[in-house]
């Protein structure tokens, strides 16, 4: 879908291979993956260009933000430029933004163009989280007017199957893999390609090892956090690790990836 382009591949493709997803869960995901090396594109995983020499550049970060839609995104993600720490503790409190975003506010680069990007990338990430909530999407701009025109056409197009008997709009179990995916993917941006796959999975509101799953396809490296700076008495978070070379993608046929993702 991402190689070909939403306005030309027929939406019952698309809806078909949810269906697929759906009923045979995470194993599938994992062999859409590995099947599609030829063609370099997976319908639920972002493209995957294994050919790269760094990690920066296996999930391109204009693939997950065109420069049009990181543009629009200044205005909106200018109230996190000049935080203070009393308004995070305030936006904690709260809990007006997913645990991620709030714990990496905390730690926003003094360059004055790194720090644009970083907040624009968490207003973004939020919003990701936020929109895989929803289920049944009935108006244009479900997640309120001071989300960009650009944006909400992104998630209404990338992150939904529309069903058009009743005109209204559903986010899928499947749909709501790949918006993790996504998430996933920007997150490995943010935090120079190491992420605590745990505080996403929380956020996202999924079991552990749906995300570990979707982690592990793309072709991320999962460890324990161990004497991670923050985490040295939880010993159950799980790191996410982007690393060249990639690791060899299999399709696991084990009991636990055959479980269903919703």
Known sequence: MNAVGN?????????????????????????????????????FLPPCHEDADRPEHVYKFDDILSPAEYEALQG??????????????????????????LEELKFLPADEKSRDRKA????????????????????KHPMGPECPHIISRKLMKNFTDLQQWRV????????????????????????????????????????ESRLMDIARAMRLKVSKAKGMPGLEKDQNHKLGTLSLPLPVQKASGSQRNRQKMN
């Open 120 to 139: 624009r990338c968490l207003w973004f990430l939020d919003i990701l989280i936020k929109f895989s909530f929803l289920k049944i999407i009935k108006k």
């Open 168 to 207: 209204q709009n559903l986010i899928s179990a499947s749909l709501k893999t790949k918006i993790a995916a996504y998430v996933i993917a920007l997150a490995l941006h943010i935090k120079n390609f190491q992420v605590d796959l745990t505080v996403l999975q929380n956020d996202l509101k999924l079991h």
């Open 7 to 43: 306005d030309i591949l027929n939406p019952a493709v698309t809806k078909a291979a949810a269906d697929v997803i759906d009923a045979k869960g995470v194993t599938a995901l994992i062999q859409d993956a590995a099947q599609d090396d030829e063609q370099n594109t997976s319908i």
């Open 76 to 101: 909106p993600a200018a109230a996190f430029i000049n935080i203070t720490p009393e308004e995070i503790a305030k936006k904690t409190e709260e809990k007006s933004h997913c645990s991620f975003v």
